[in-house]
């Protein structure tokens, strides 16, 4: 690797591996060189080694076993797709380069679980959509996502295959209400096998949940929505600023 490339040295190395995957030179389900083989070879740091492992991780191109080795699960990348979040302008926008897939619809009460999660007294009626969310134009799904409504709303069904749909834009249109805040909480899960199957992951693999509350007039709960995204489909970026400092 030429120390005249402006790349790190992990990325190099990555970038080289990727291509001897490609190139058949470590097949899919051979074991990579060990880390101190490999820090010789290209006289870099294990350290290095390391970072350049974690980059091919995260494209899925190898997974990593304690006792084992480093074994090659695929000879191409993943496809991903991140979408970077900071305002709530930034989400209308997502959801505006997306399209849902309704699943099922189920009327449900809320019981002390459900309720915890919507915020909501044990017993009240919402309307349950079940769906995917899609990159308009490709067939992998973003996430899995339940929405839930108030049963007044119901009819918005029709709409949610719609291209360039939101749900809480959907309230807007069709029953004169306006969102006005978005709450979100964000956590880490494992993906149950039946989510899992949807999505094309491995069950209990990692994923992201995130709750939004939508929020309308008089701090009125609108709509709420649960999203699991798989590992490395979605992305975060949030920015602080201390109040009086220009650019």
Same mark, same amino acid.
């Given at each position: 690797?030429?120390? %005249?490339?402006?790349?790190p040295?992990y990325?190099?190395?990555a970038?080289?591996?990727?291509?001897?995957?490609?190139a058949?030179?470590?097949p #899919?389900?051979t074991?990579?060189p060990?880390e101190?083989?490999l820090?010789?070879?290209?006289? #870099?740091?294990?350290?290095?080694?390391?970072?350049a492992?974690?980059r091919?991780?995260?494209?899925g191109?190898?997974? !990593?076993?304690p006792?084992?080795?480093? !074994?090659v699960?695929?000879?191409?990348a993943?496809?991903?797709?991140?979408?970077?979040?900071?305002?709530?302008?930034? &989400?209308?926008?997502?959801?505006?380069?997306?399209?849902?897939k309704l699943?099922?619809?189920?009327?449900?009460?809320?019981d002390?679980?459900?309720?915890?999660? &919507?915020?909501c007294?044990?017993?009240q009626a919402?309307?349950?959509?079940?769906?995917c969310r899609y990159l308009?134009?490709?067939?992998?799904?973003?996430?899995?996502?339940?929405i839930?409504?108030?049963p007044?709303?119901a009819a918005?069904r029709?709409? &949610?295959?719609e291209?360039?749909?939101?749900?809480?834009?959907l309230?807007?249109?069709?029953?004169?209400e !306006?969102i006005v805040e978005?709450?979100?909480?964000?956590g880490?899960v494992s993906i149950?096998?039946?989510?899992a199957a949807?999505?094309g992951? +491995?069950?209990r693999?990692?994923?992201?949940?995130?709750?939004?509350?939508?929020?309308?007039?008089? +701090?009125?709960l609108?709509?709420?929505?649960?999203n699991?995204?798989p590992?490395?489909?979605? +992305?975060?970026?949030?920015?602080?600023?201390l109040?009086g400092? %220009?650019d």
């Open positions: 690797m030429s120390p %005249q490339t402006a790349a040295r990325r190099q190395l970038d080289t591996l990727i291509r001897d995957i490609g058949g030179k470590y #899919v389900g074991l990579l060990p101190f083989e820090s010789e070879r290209y006289g #870099v740091s294990r350290h290095t080694v390391r970072e492992f974690r091919l991780a995260g494209m191109l190898i997974s !990593r076993h006792g084992i080795g480093t !074994r699960r695929a000879k191409s993943e496809q991903r797709y991140l979408a970077s979040l900071s305002t709530l302008a930034d &989400l209308f926008q997502y959801t505006k380069r997306t399209r849902l699943l099922a619809e189920h009327r449900v009460q809320a002390a679980p459900l309720a915890a999660m &919507l915020r007294k044990r017993g919402w309307i349950e959509f079940e769906t308009i134009g490709t067939a992998q799904p973003i996430s899995y996502t339940q839930y409504v108030y007044g709303y918005i029709d709409h &949610l295959g291209r360039s749909v939101w749900v809480y834009g309230v807007e249109r069709y029953y004169g !306006r978005v709450q979100q909480e964000i880490a149950e096998p039946r989510i949807i999505l992951v +491995k069950p693999s990692a994923g992201l949940q995130v709750l939004r509350y939508y929020i309308g007039r008089g +701090k009125r609108l709509s709420v929505s649960m699991i995204y590992e490395n489909r979605f +992305k975060f970026s949030t920015r602080w600023r109040e400092e %220009q």
